[in-house]
């Protein structure tokens, strides 16, 4: 399928993965709006890239009832969703409280899912649509101290998996994409990107896997795929 002219929202768009992937959807000619909490970061990626820009957090659901609002006005559809914002959260059990729960869960449980309502509404309505999750290989198996973090993408698996049976017949695919460990500002309290391994994977790998499931032709989708570093030990 060709990406020129395809109008994408991507939340967490400002930086790691959220910018790779707007950079090579703007190489292959979409629009990209990008969202996120930083306003001077997304002013800035934005001015970088060349794509639009919309100050939202996708845990306030009037700000992503006005996200949607303005891709419509601006671009008079909407193509497709990466549900990229995500934060870390981990805890011995003994350790886990109600409130880290939740502050994680906010954003990438109920955030994407807020999200996936409402492109839904839109997709159905047009008859086509795609929603990409990003999830991460702790939605696979569950690790020392995750409790936090990994249960927030399983559940994210399990929203993925109840939208494809639900959208399919609306010719809607709903993609989940399981990086392992990105060196990102992800999980660093004051969001300083960290420096890339040679060993490890890059943003580049996993935006390389989203485009490339994007282009395939509307009649398939990939339901899930995982990616990993060859050797990161």
Same mark, same amino acid.
């Given at each position: 399928?060709?990406?020129?002219?395809?109008?994408?929202?991507?939340?967490?768009?400002?930086?790691?993965?959220?910018?790779?992937?707007?950079?090579?959807?703007?190489?292959?000619? &979409?629009?990209?709006?990008?969202?996120?909490?930083?306003?001077?970061?997304?002013?800035?990626?934005?001015?970088?890239?060349?794509?639009?820009?919309?100050?939202?957090?996708?845990?306030?659901?009037?700000?992503?009832?006005?996200?949607?609002?303005?891709?419509?006005?601006?671009?008079?559809?909407?193509?497709?969703?990466?549900?990229?914002?995500?934060?870390?959260?981990?805890?011995?059990?003994?350790?886990?409280?109600?409130?880290?729960?939740?502050?994680?869960?906010?954003?990438?449980?109920?955030?994407?899912?807020?999200?996936?309502?409402?492109?839904?509404?839109?997709?159905?309505?047009?008859?086509?649509?795609?929603?990409?999750?990003?999830?991460?290989? &702790?939605?696979?198996?569950?690790?020392?101290?995750?409790?936090?973090? &990994?249960?927030?993408?399983?559940?994210?698996?399990?929203?993925?998996?109840?939208?494809?049976?639900?959208?399919?017949?609306?010719?809607?695919?709903?993609?989940?994409?399981?990086?392992?460990?990105?060196?990102?500002?992800?999980?660093?309290?004051?969001?300083?990107?960290?420096?890339?391994?040679?060993?490890?994977?890059?943003?580049?790998?996993?935006?390389?896997?989203?485009?490339?499931?994007?282009?395939?032709?509307?009649?398939?989708?990939?339901?899930?795929?995982?990616?990993?570093?060859?050797?990161?030990?």
């Amino acid at each position: 399928m060709n990406l020129i002219d395809k109008v994408y929202i991507i939340t967490g768009g400002s930086s790691g993965l959220g910018k790779a992937f707007a950079h090579e959807l703007k190489v292959n000619f &979409a629009d990209v709006i990008i969202t996120g909490r930083d306003l001077e970061k997304l002013k800035s990626v934005s001015e970088e890239l060349g794509c639009s820009y919309f100050h939202a957090d996708v845990t306030n659901d009037e700000e992503i009832d006005a996200l949607m609002e303005f891709t419509l006005k601006k671009f008079k559809k909407l193509d497709g969703i990466i549900n990229n914002a995500g934060i870390g959260g981990w805890a011995p059990v003994e350790e886990l409280t109600r409130e880290k729960m939740q502050e994680v869960y906010n954003v990438n449980v109920f955030g994407a899912a807020m999200m996936g309502a409402k492109a839904a509404k839109i997709f159905k309505e047009q008859n086509f649509g795609t929603i990409v999750n990003i999830a991460s290989t &702790a939605s696979l198996k569950g690790y020392k101290n995750g409790s936090i973090y &990994a249960s927030s993408k399983f559940a994210l698996r399990g929203m993925t998996q109840c939208w494809q049976a639900e959208l399919r017949p609306f010719n809607v695919r709903v993609i989940q994409i399981n990086p392992s460990e990105v060196p990102t500002a992800f999980g660093v309290d004051d969001r300083t990107e960290r420096s890339l391994e040679e060993n490890k994977l890059t943003p580049k790998e996993i935006a390389d896997v989203l485009i490339s499931s994007l282009k395939m032709d509307e009649r398939g989708f990939v339901p899930e795929v995982s990616v990993f570093a060859t050797n990161p030990f």
